[in-house]
């Protein structure tokens, strides 16, 4: 998409965040259905005020569900860009610390080749 093609945009609208083991671990507080159904209400509501893109920066650490954002912005008039990334105070997720080269458990550098994946 052309830059000239993004309409008035907001650079920083997270659709979700959430803790993705509080919502595993407390299910009965998580309607997937109807929060999904919510963001929808609240992007079109966004969408008529002529709001045509908006950027959402979730990332791996703040409840980041691509599918879950594409869910949604099959429903609305409005562009959703995504980005890629992890969201840390203080360190990589052990996940990423163990999974790559050099490391016990070995394998790609795996926070690099998945973010190069998401964005191409």
């Known amino acids: 998409m052309a830059v000239d093609d993004l309409g008035t945009v907001l650079m920083h609208e997270h659709v979700f965040v959430l803790s993705e ?7 009965e507080n998580w309607d997937e259905q109807l ?4 963001a ?11 709001v045509s893109t908006i950027v ?10 691509v599918r879950r954002v594409a869910a949604v912005n099959e429903r609305v008039d409005l562009d959703i860009i ?3 990334g992890l969201y840390t105070l203080v360190d990589v997720p052990n996940y990423f610390r163990h999974h790559r080269p ?11 080749d998945r973010f190069v994946r998401e964005l191409t």
């Open 40 to 50: 929808v209400t609240r992007l079109t509501a966004l969408a008529e005020t002529g």
């Open 102 to 112: 050099g490391t016990l458990l070995g394998g790609p550098e795996s926070m690099t």
């Open 82 to 84: 995504v980005a890629t």
């Open 21 to 27: 083991e509080l919502r595993q671990s407390i299910p």
């Open 56 to 65: 959402d920066p979730t990332v791996i650490g703040l409840g980041r569900d």
């Open 35 to 38: 929060r999904i159904d919510d």
